[in-house]
């Protein structure tokens, strides 16, 4: 049986020095379903426990609640945020209401986005993204990992977009262009 993996909505914005990057989380109609009614079970399990006075399995069932509604709400509205330029790579991870406070790490010369695909997958092919940097002694380090897969094209646009950071601008002058005529 192959699952299908949702496609994440990918949004890439470049305004010359910054690459700004949000992926959502897109998750199909079946596993929306099949989330909110786990989350429903879970809650009237916990409920019926305290109604008939069993602790152990109240505090269970409200355990497994707790794990399931987490992982549902990262599902259903997670959201990651990733600013990147030549020095520092700024993320956080948002989720409904719950969000995680802004992170910045140093990027040592360049930075290179590093694809891994995700096997099981048909058409489109996932791919889970990496970036990375070497720091001062030139070891390869990671910066950041998406959690969330985007298509593989969508990893080729990240990493053309975080090559225009690195290109080098080259003004023409055509003003000062010397003419050789014969």
């Known amino acids: ?9 990918l949004i890439l914005d ?3 020095n910054n ?3 949000t992926i959502k989380s897109k998750v199909n109609l079946t596993h929306r379903i099949f989330l909110i009614s786990g989350n429903l079970s879970f809650l009237g399990m916990s409920v ?7 602790p152990a ?3 269970a069932a409200i355990l497994l609640l707790a ?3 987490r992982y549902s709400l990262w599902k259903l509205y997670g959201k990651e945020r990733l600013t990147i330029n030549k020095r520092l790579v700024t993320y956080s991870n948002s989720c409904l209401f719950f969000k995680t406070d802004l ?3 140093q990027v040592g010369k360049k930075i290179t986005v590093i694809p891994y695909e995700l096997y099981g997958q048909r058409s489109p092919k996932m791919v889970n993204v990496v970036f990375e940097t070497c720091n001062v002694n030139n070891v390869p380090e990671n ?12 990893a080729e646009m990240i990493s053309y977009m975080l090559s225009l950071l690195y290109l080098n601008k080259v003004n023409f002058d055509f003003n000062k262009t010397k003419l050789c005529l014969n």
């Open 143 to 154: 910066v950041y990992e998406f959690s969330l897969p985007v298509r593989a094209e969508q």
């Open 57 to 59: 399995v109240a505090f």
């Open 67 to 69: 794990f399931f509604l």
């Open 19 to 21: 690459v700004c990057i």
């Open 14 to 16: 470049y305004d010359g």
């Open 48 to 54: 019926l426990a305290i109604i008939f006075r069993m």
């Open 1 to 9: 049986m192959d699952w299908k993996m949702s496609q994440n909505d």
């Open 103 to 105: 992170q910045t790490r």
